[in-house]
């Protein structure tokens, strides 16, 4: 099955830099790579998704990029804010419905 | 709120007893799906349904977990004699086909 990997588990920037969360993927035939962002708490929800024949998609201060060669994709936040502290989940699928997600990552942003 | 709504919130239970949480959807998807996130981890896929048919079913759903949703609209997920590793945060997520899935709130399960 599908494997998801994501680094880094933590990270902390103060605000105004920029984050980057990269994940990894083992199933080649994924077509579908959503990001959620969960406060604590909380239910998970999307922030930005991409498909396999898309290498970027960006909205607003968020950014995800897609490497389909090396399996791999990144969320890149610009500008950080501390209301972007949060745990984000990477997540790939082959079929439409199983979203297989990686492990987190907590953000923390400092004023 | 017309959002993914999940009942109970939470729900603690001694082992061996069993326990039924429920999911409303978003009216008009038809597509609902369980998943379990426990502590560190990201959610877990367990099942989906398109309308009332369960299609998928993880090898994470053992024989003690059911699921159904006799008229395609809420869902429920029972799990029989419940074990202390069951304690997770139960989550329902819907989606009009392979559109965005929205997670509900999610009922967190402690099996004591």
């Known amino acids: 099955g599908e494997n998801v990997e994501q680094h880094p588990s933590t990270l902390s920037v103060q605000e105004g830099d920029s984050a980057v969360i990269k994940c990894t993927y083992s199933d080649s035939a994924s077509n579908y790579f959503p990001w959620y962002k969960q406060e604590l708490g909380k239910r998970p929800q999307l922030i930005i998704d991409i498909r396999s024949n898309v290498g970027e998609k960006k909205d607003q201060r968020i950014a995800v990029t897609l490497n389909k060669t090396a399996k791999h994709f990144s969320l890149h936040i610009t500008e950080t804010q501390p209301e972007d502290s949060a745990v984000y989940f990477c997540a790939a699928t082959n079929s439409g419905y199983a979203l297989n997600f990686g492990k987190g990552t907590s953000l923390l942003v400092t004023p | 709120d017309t959002g993914v709504s999940q009942d109970p919130r939470h729900k603690i239970t001694k082992r061996g007893q069993n326990v039924t949480f429920r999911c409303d959807p978003i009216s008009e998807h038809n597509r609902l799906y369980w998943y379990r996130q426990t502590l560190g981890q990201g959610p877990e896929f367990l099942t989906y349904?398109?309308?009332?048919?369960?299609?998928?079913k993880s090898r994470l759903l053992s024989d003690r977990f059911s699921a159904e949703r006799p008229k395609g609209s809420f869902s429920t997920l029972e799990i029989q004699r419940t074990e202390q590793g069951d304690s997770a945060m139960y989550l329902c997520?819907?989606?009009?086909?392979?559109?965005?899935?929205?997670f509900g709130p999610g009922t967190r399960l402690t099996v004591l």
């Open positions: 349904f398109q309308n009332e048919a369960q299609l998928e």
């Open positions: 997520a819907s989606s009009l086909g392979g559109s965005e899935q929205f």
